[in-house]
């Protein structure tokens, strides 16, 4: 898949608030500080100029961004999908109102949209998973959604450790071997992996 153009669409701060268009989704979903914004720019080409802000305040923006990407997918066809950052879940210094309403924005646009292509959930791999992560890969296992399971900052780990715990983590999660990629916003390593796994998402969903 190549990346003709991104650019913001909209922003969803209540609960049932719709979707900016009607277009296949593609959401990425992830505790606080997983490193989703880098793995965004990273994944888009714009590390240079980001489009997902590196925040210095983490778990500050309780709100959904919907960037518009146009993109030419694996066998030629160009596609328009909707790339979706959700807030960060579990950072522990979020006042309790602010993580209380995490919920129901969350909860309310994955469970209503009907255009989702699939989520990317991304995990730390230098950490166990969360009771947060958890949740949320069994709530999308209720939902039905494809999920692709993303391990990033792999470029803090050695590459024996990596590996070894890559293993760990995917049967600590309980998904196949083939939903899980190892990811370095650093690096760009499973940069291109996951470029195909998200085009392989969006032909399914335009079939
Ligand atoms: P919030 O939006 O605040 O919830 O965080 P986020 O999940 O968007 O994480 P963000 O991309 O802002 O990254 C958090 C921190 O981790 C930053 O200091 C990043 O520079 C760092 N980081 C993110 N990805 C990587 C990576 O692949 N490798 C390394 N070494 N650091 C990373
Ligand atoms: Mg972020």
């Known amino acids: 898949m190549k990346i003709r153009s991104v650019e913001l669409a909209g922003v969803v701060a209540k609960p049932g608030a719709p979707p900016p268009a009607r277009l296949p989704q593609v959401v990425f979903s992830g505790r606080s500080n997983v490193g989703k914004s880098s793995l965004i720019n990273r ?3 714009r590390t240079r100029k980001g489009v997902a802000r590196v925040s210095a305040t983490p778990g500050k923006t ?6 518009r990407v146009d993109a030419t997918l694996a066998g ?3 596609r328009a999908f909707l790339l979706v950052d959700l807030p960060g879940y579990g950072y522990a210094r979020v006042p309790d109102a602010i993580r209380a309403s995490w919920q129901p924005l969350i909860e309310s646009y994955l469970s209503t949209s009907k255009s989702l292509a699939g989520v990317v959930q991304l995990i730390d791999m230098r950490h166990d998973a969360t009771a947060g992560d958890l949740q949320m890969l069994e709530y999308l296992e209720t939902l039905g959604v494809p999920v692709l399971v993303v391990l990033t900052k792999a470029d803090k780990l050695g590459v024996t450790v990596r590996r070894a715990k890559a293993a ?13 990629i190892t990811f370095s916003a650093e690096t760009g390593e499973g940069r291109d992996e996951l470029l195909r796994s998200v085009s392989a998402l969006l032909t399914e969903v335009a079939a």
């Open 43 to 45: 994944l888009l080409g």
């Open 62 to 67: 309780q709100q959904i961004n919907f960037y």
């Open 76 to 78: 030629g066809r160009e």
């Open 168 to 180: 760990e983590l995917t049967a600590q999660l309980g998904v196949p071997v083939e939903q899980v």
